[in-house]
């Protein structure tokens, strides 16, 4: 009777031992170089909280291959091109991630520092610069995805939504300011071309560098001006707060468009219904969300965070998903030329039912997953149109406060 009871514990023991085992072996790592600290360090935050909702879910769900998932942080402040480098040997060649999931990542820099490794990388660059860089050896670099488009499509497609806006413009004329940077300075061209073929003028460009707080020559070029809209492409909440109070001093009757920087986590909580009536637009699942899946994924980042999704928040979410969806159906996590091939050539269905993919040079195109248009109301964000179906659906615009 001792010994059945020994040989009983004995192979319950060894069962549990087993599965501690399965369990306990090497983690797959996620690496996610973000900007933690300095002027994009906000952005860093919406960012970081995407893919971290996306890795505990996959944990929660019994890990990937039966292995968990750890993340590797790394903060590439404000990506200069040695820390963009210093980052990819950090996380790949030292701490031996088997993905990569950045945000703004190095316009760039961040192909050819990542693509000397192979590991899956995944950016939220928007940037023209990088999709020259891949386009020099994409054999070399076809590691590289980034999640969104390029920011001259993205001036493109802001010129369209705010043409389309349901308001009575009363001229068409743009100011137009960005910062000093390829974001900056690409979106801003697309802004101009896109007024150009539907017959707006822009009739005040200026470039200014991050830190600008002081906007009263710029102020008096567009009070003189009196354009309809005017537009700052500023990844800044400090430098769009500052214009905005100052222009509030003397506003002129014209829209305010904060583009990409109007869903920054720290510009909403600090202006709040201060800013009601200020627009932009993002790549994000509009809120009310189009399905079930996706509203239920805005209510848990909700009560995850205490706050609405940034953007890129679910871009970045989801790259994780479409990363650990081709490692499951090529049934390995360290054959990266498999995992890479499988992105590059088939499609995945979004929270929001839709299809999105990557195009030849590795970027997901504007018009396969558009953009929300977004305006602040009532101290939120509140999704005002959606460049696909049925733009308006049930989403209001609100005419501006100081709009007289």
């Known amino acids: 009777m001792l010994k059945k009871v020994f040989s009983l514990v ?25 900007c933690l600290t300095g002027p994009y360090a906000g952005d860093g935050l919406g960012y970081w909280r995407g893919i971290k909702m996306a890795v505990d879910e996959l944990n929660d769900a019994g890990g990937l291959l039966g292995r968990s998932l750890k993340i590797f942080k790394f903060d590439t402040q404000d990506f200069a091109p040695e820390r963009v480098m210093q980052a990819a040997d950090q996380l790949v060649g030292n701490d031996k991630v088997d993905t990569i999931h950045a945000a703004w990542a190095g316009w760039g820099q961040d192909v050819r520092a990542y693509g ?36 001259l ?49 822009v009739v005040v460009e200026e470039v200014v560098p991050y830190g600008t707080r002081e906007w009263g020559p710029i102020l008096t070029k567009i009070r003189a001006a009196k354009p309809a809209w005017i537009h700052l492409e500023i990844v800044s909440s400090p430098d769009l707060i500052t214009f905005f109070r100052q222009f509030m001093k003397e506003p002129t009757n014209s829209l305010i468009n904060f583009g990409y920087g109007l869903t920054l986590p720290d510009f909403i909580s600090n202006l709040g219904a201060e800013g009601n009536g200020l627009i932009g637009e993002t790549i994000t699942i509009p809120d009310p969300a189009p399905t079930p899946q996706a509203a239920a994924w805005v209510k848990k980042f909700r009560e995850l965070y205490d706050a609405a ?93 100081w709009i007289k």
């Open 116 to 151: 000397k490794y192979n590991v899956p990388t995944f950016v939220w660059d928007a940037s023209i610069n990088s999709v020259t860089v891949f386009r020099e050896d994409p054999k070399q670099y076809s590691n590289w995805f980034q999640l969104n488009g390029i920011e």
């Open 309 to 401: 999704p940034a953007a890129g928040s679910f871009a970045v979410y989801t790259g994780v998903k479409m990363w650990a969806a081709a490692v499951k159906a090529v049934g390995s996590v360290d054959d990266y030329d498999a995992v890479n091939q499988y992105l590059a050539s088939h499609k995945y269905k979004t929270l929001e039912d839709r299809e999105i993919y990557f195009n030849k040079d590795h970027y997901i195109p504007i018009s396969v997953w558009p953009t929300n248009h977004i305006q602040i109301q009532d101290g939120k964000l509140e999704t005002i149109y959606l460049n696909s179906g049925n733009p308006y659906m049930d989403h209001k615009f609100e005419t501006p406060p």
């Open 10 to 34: 004995l192979v319950v023991s060894l069962l549990f031992a087993g599965a501690g085992l399965a369990w306990a072996a090497e983690p797959i790592k996620v690496g996610a170089p973000l």
């Open 153 to 201: 499509d993205i001036g493109l497609d802001t010129v369209k939504l705010m043409a389309e806006l349901p308001y009575q413009y009363t001229n068409k004329k743009i100011a137009v300011v960005s910062t000093d940077d390829s974001w900056g300075l690409e979106v801003a061209a697309g802004i101009k071309k896109g007024a150009k073929d539907l017959g707006w003028k």
